[in-house]
Structure formats: C-alpha cells, structure tokens
C-alpha cells in the first residue's frame, strides 16, 4: 500500500490491478526528527524509512516508521516521546495468549525468552504516509501489547484475525542509528502549529486564557485558569471536560519556568501533585527540543531528579531488582493518585489517575515500577541538591511547604499508641467511661476525615 505524498489517495497493489482505497488523513507532524526519507544504521545494517503510520489511544499517539534495509529486509521503528525500539516480523510456533487475557505486569515467555507486557492497549490509525506492507485505512483499529525484557523488546499485534503478528528487536537511541537526513530545527520552526517549534501560547477552547504549550510534543494540557482538560493530539484543541476556576496550587516551581541542564535549555510544560493517602508531594515535566524528558520530584525529604528507563532493570517480582551492575532492594509497595495537574503533558493526566507503585534504592540511586490497567513504565531517580534545582533555574526554591500527612494519618498516630497504652484500664472502668473514650476517639477522628475529603486524601 501506499500514500501519495501529493494529494494523500491510498493505492494498493495486488498481483495484477492497482486499486484506488480513497485519501488517507494527513499525519500530525510532532516533535520527531524523523521523516520519510530518513536512512541509518542497524549495526552493519543500512535501512531507509518509506513508510509511516500514527497510532492514536485515549492518552495520546505515537508514529511506527516502515524500514527497508539495503539486505531487502525490513523492519519497523517505533517512535513515542523520544523513545524508540527497532524491532521484525518473526514466526513463532508456540502458542500465545488471548489479548483479552494480557495485563500490563505479567509474564510471556517467547522464542526462549521471559518478557514483560509493558503496554496493552487498542489504538486508531488516524495517518499514513509513504510504503506500507500491508492495507490500512483510516480508523484501522489495532490491537497491540508490547514487553520488555532488558533492552529486548517484543511486540503482539492483533488486529487481524487468525491469531498474533509477532516482532521481536530492541530499545535504541536515535544517535547510534547514524542517522542521516533528519528533519532539521528550521523545517520544524518553518512549519508551526503541525510542527514543533519553541514553547508557545494556545488560547484555551474553555475561558480564552493563554497557556503555554508544545506543538505536537504536548497532547493534553489542563488550563492553569479554568482547569478545563484540552485535548491537543488532534488539528484542533478541544475542550475534554469543562472544569472550574480552581485557587493555583502553591507549586514551587512556576509553569513555563526556564533552567540551563547540560548546556540545554528546558521549560517547565507541567506540574502536578500525587499522595500515597499519607504523604503528598510534587512533579515537574520538563522539555527541551530533541532531548528527553526530564522529571523533578520533589518532596519534603528534598528533590530528585527522574528518567523514564528504555532498557528495564531485572525484578525477581519479589525484593531485589538489578539495573547496570547495581543491585536494589524494595523499600515501599504503594498506590500514587493525582490530587491536582496543571499546565500541559505528552499524556493525558486526570485527577484521580491512580498507578500501583513499587520502589527499589541502591544508595543514592532509586527504580520505581508503575502499572495502570493499561501501561507498566520503569524510571530511575538520583538525589538533587536543592541548591542545583536553584542554579538550573536562577531562582530562589524553598523547601515543600504542603502539608505532607494526611490529617487521618496525624490523628491514627496520637490514637492507636493511647489506647495500647490504655487498654487494659479501659477494660476495668464502668461502661460510661469506655462510651465517653469512644466520644473522645470520635472527636479527633471524624473532623480528620473531613479535612481529609476536603484535601483530596484518601485513607
């Protein structure tokens, strides 16, 4: 199959005829460097990419880039939020699990090797461009889970009938591709509004206030002054769900803030605060064009400086992972929810969005696992000098000043020790004794739990 760069018509030829499928929708141009016409290398591999496909889900889109090598072969190049894994067509005659039987987190073990399902989801195919090997339309629904293993990557592909399409490759980085023709900064800030360009103003679809954004980088913004959700994955920003002018989180960091890291300059796209039911504390999205993402934590023991990982480290499921020669141990099991977001991410983020986290430590050095019903990602965490958050951004910062105990929690810490303490004298006072301990119990417990609700916590 495929797309006329010119005036979009889908073509598919068969053995004899060359058959006319209609248009195919434009691609949303993003922050990739990649284009048709790229070329690189795959160790001694050259390849060239032909064809592409965007893939849109609830939460936002990723392009698949068809490779043809100089050998005939060809691959496909995945490319979401700067990470990317090469990987090919392989028969497998084991059998494979339903789709509908994958949860992000568990196990499969194919071609003799154990991975882990990183991603299961159905997506839409909303763009094509250039070759394809197979007939896609518009709205072609794909089915897909993907695992990991180390930098090992294995994609099931179910869209079609009659079982899974298998493909087997790796994580890479884009400079060991060598890669040769690549969109330059110039091209990408010719073309604004499809493109990426510097950080810019969007006028929110709900109230008209401006909010700072990345064309094609940033898929979902929350307006820092109605607190409406905006899609803007598509052409045209939408409003998601209305929302509410809302008092601004006292954030340390302020959105659109600017800091010098490594020499390049990022801007502060997005913050938001998650609880674990107790403790509370806070997370900065940055961005520079054609870095990676980086992410701030920060919290009342200080700040952290964090990574999403595109090679995973290995867990034994129980205590111990491993991670380039560093053994970690399991220091907590918890579920983080979003008490608040504001400003714009390459996902959508929602109040309430809940993950199941598991956290490893080596010294200064942090794994953490998230999983969702839908995704599991693995980052890295070191400890951040809180004077090196001030040198990159040339501001003062102050330590977390937002309450980091749940009022339930401060009040369960006073009331559990005084009735250990006092159980045994409370089983020999007069039953008017115990109803008026019970009262005092009350008293302190139930206005907690109302501040609690008023805050967002949960027990």
């Known amino acids: 199959m495929a797309v006329c760069e010119y005036c979009k018509t889908t073509v598919l030829k068969s053995a004899d005829s060359i058959i006319n499928l209609g248009k195919m929708s434009e691609v949303l141009e993003d922050y990739s460097p990649l284009q048709i016409g790229t070329s690189g290398q795959?160790?001694?591999?050259?390849?060239?990419?032909?064809?592409?496909?965007?893939?849109?889900?609830?939460?936002?889109?990723?392009?698949?880039?068809?490779?043809?090598?100089?050998?005939?072969?060809s691959g496909w190049l995945s490319d979401a939020s700067g990470q990317y894994t090469m990987s090919f067509g392989k028969s497998t005659g084991a059998p494979l699990p339903l789709f509908e039987k994958l949860i992000p987190g568990r196990t499969l073990s194919v071609a003799g090797q154990t991975f882990t399902a990183s991603d299961v989801r159905t997506a839409k195919c909303t763009g094509g461009q250039g070759e394809l090997p197979f007939k896609v339309g518009q709205g072609y629904s794909a089915r897909v889970a993907d695992f990991r293993a180390g930098d090992r990557f294995l994609t099931l592909d179910y869209s079609d009938e009659g079982g899974a399409r298998v493909y087997v490759g790796q994580s890479v980085e884009l400079p060991d591709l060598k890669p040769q023709l690549l969109r330059d900064a110039a091209t990408i800030t010719d073309s604004a509004g499809h493109f990426r360009g510097k950080v810019s103003a969007l006028t929110c679809p709900s109230c008209g206030a401006p909010v700072k954004c990345v064309p094609g980088v940033t898929v979902h913004i929350v307006c820092p002054n109605c607190h409406a959700a905006v899609?803007?994955?598509?052409?045209?920003?939408?409003?998601?769900?209305?929302?509410?002018?809302?008092?601004r989180e006292p954030f340390s960091l302020e959105l659109g803030s600017e800091a010098t890291i490594a020499g390049s300059r990022y801007t502060l796209l997005g913050a938001m605060r998650r609880t674990d039911g107790e403790y509370a504390w806070s997370e900065y999205l940055l961005y520079s064009p054609g870095k990676r993402f980086i992410w701030l934590i920060e919290t009342s023991d200080g700040w952290q400086s964090a990574e999403v990982l595109d090679r995973w480290p290995a867990w034994d499921a129980a205590g111990h992972a491993t991670f380039e020669n560093h053994n970690y141990s399991k220091t907590s099991d918890y579920q983080a929810r979003v008490l608040f977001a504001v400003g714009s991410f390459n996902w959508r983020v929602k109040v309430g969005d809940v993950v199941h986290v598991t956290e490893f430590a080596s010294g200064p050095l942090r794994l953490a696992a998230e999983v969702s019903h839908e995704e599991m990602t693995w980052s890295r965490s070191s400890i951040l000098p809180v004077d090196q958050v001030r040198a990159w951004f040339g501001v003062q910062v102050h330590a977390d000043q937002h309450p980091q105990v749940g009022y339930r929690a401060m009040a369960r810490k006073v009331l559990y020790p005084m009735l250990i303490a006092n159980a045994i004298p409370l089983g020999l006072v007069t039953a008017n004794a115990l109803v008026y301990t019970l009262l005092a119990v009350a008293a302190i417990y139930i206005p907690a739990y109302f501040l609690d609700a008023a805050d967002g916590n949960k027990p």
């Open 231 to 247: 899609d803007t994955s598509g052409s045209v920003a939408t409003v998601l769900a209305a929302g509410q002018a809302v008092e």
């Open 42 to 73: 795959l160790g001694q591999r050259s390849f060239s990419l032909i064809g592409r496909l965007q893939l849109q889900y609830s939460d936002g889109f990723w392009n698949e880039w068809y490779a043809l090598f100089d050998d005939g072969s």
